[in-house]
């Protein structure tokens, strides 16, 4: 029997396919890593994956795995990815072609997304940027233009800003409960959360244009899909109000970037932080890399932290390809839909 074939398409690290080669994988390596993910074209990914057993890795931004990459190899059983995100997938392809597709949802990753998203609001609202460099950089103690703003509700009858969640999953979700103790209304747009999310989040269920029209803060918490792409637009900023701010920590192709760049230049909204893009990364000649204050910049690292990351989703991935290659379903099957079709063809059937 020959040795099954890996395509590691982006490396976390040497140890992400250690694993691989101890136990006698052939393992063939992608250009893309964690502080590059441009990586391979399509074609040479497709060139990559020609009587490959299994491709996994992290996020990658040059190429897509659609249909011609997983039709390269006729055994091909999975495709693991070290993050929660699989956008780069053609999931509907690869579950018409019976291979299973898993991701790695761990609280490492989405945890420190929720941290981020809060880290984000706080600095923006709070001005902490502009109070560091005025102190460091000014003779002047303190001006008027410090003044920052209030958050929650108080008891002499401010009532506190309305923080407006789209998308209430893990990352929504916690972001709500952390937001929990501040004394803020929340409210969220989640079409597709049944009513007791809300509930037990304490959170207020509106439409998506009552959740722009009212929020002081717009949090952006959504998978991409064909749905999401560029929900956020010219009509979605415009509804929002002049002094609230925009955050997006989930998919950069959300948004309809050259829309919020408008939107910021014209002072339609008051800012943004962002750790995702349309493209990654960022280009160099990106308007919003010159912007002032107004941004808050990041090269989507919402999740890196120290003991966290895509660590723990390199151990889940690895573990759900040595089980697809031993004809075991891995755990963390995100097209959960081609489970009896891949039972068929491969259930049992070890490779290694």
């Known amino acids: 029997m020959a040795a099954p074939k890996v395509v590691v398409f982006a490396p976390g690290d040497e140890q992400s396919y250690k694993k691989f080669e101890e136990i006698g994988c052939e393992v063939v390596l992608g250009k893309a890593s964690w502080s590059d993910p441009t990586g391979n074209t399509t074609d040479e990914l497709a060139s990559m994956a020609n009587e490959a057993d299994a491709l996994v890795g992290t996020s990658i931004k040059g190429g897509k795995i659609d249909r011609s990459v997983m039709s390269a190899s006729e055994h091909l059983r999975i495709v693991a990815k070290y993050s929660i995100g699989v956008d780069e997938i ?11 597709v898993t991701h ?22 709070k001005k902490v940027r502009q109070r560091d460099h005025a102190l460091k950089t ?15 509700s108080r008891e002499d009858g ?10 209430l999953g893990r990352i929504g979700g916690r972001f709500a409960q952390m937001l929990a103790p501040w004394r803020v209304r929340i409210i969220a747009y989640d079409p597709y959360q049944p009513i007791d999310r809300f509930i037990h989040a304490n959170v ?10 009212e929020s002081d803060v717009v949090s952006l918490h959504v998978v991409l899909n064909t749905e999401t ?17 925009f955050l997006n920590t989930s998919r950069g192709p959300a948004v309809d970037e050259p ?3 408008r939107a910021l230049e014209n002072e339609v909204i008051a800012g943004a932080g962002l750790d995702v893009f349309e493209v990654e990364p960022l280009p160099m000649d990106s308007p919003l890399r010159k912007m002032d204050d107004r941004v808050l910049l990041s090269a989507h690292v919402a999740a890196h932290n120290y003991g966290a990351g895509i660590g723990p989703g390199i151990e889940w991935a690895t573990e759900d390809v040595l089980k697809a290659l031993k004809g075991q379903i891995p755990e963390h099957v995100f097209n959960k839909e081609v489970i009896p079709r891949w039972r068929e063809r491969f259930e049992g059937r070890s490779a290694i």
Do not use: C
Request: charged share 15%.
């Open 204 to 213: 207020q269920r509106v439409d998506l244009e009552t959740l722009l029209m």
């Open 104 to 125: 790695a949802p761990t609280e490492a990753n989405w945890g420190g997304v929720v941290e981020t998203t809060m880290t984000q609001m706080l600095t923006m609202l």
């Open 259 to 261: 829309a919020l760049i």
């Open 158 to 167: 401010y009532p506190g800003l309305t923080i407006g969640i789209i998308g």
């Open 90 to 100: 053609d999931v509907n392809a690869a579950t018409d072609l019976g291979i299973i």
């Open 229 to 245: 792409y560029h929900m956020m637009s010219d009509r979605e900023f415009g509804l929002m109000k002049p002094s609230a701010v």
């Open 138 to 152: 000014s003779t002047d103690w303190r001006t008027p233009e410090l003044t920052a703003t209030h958050i929650g």
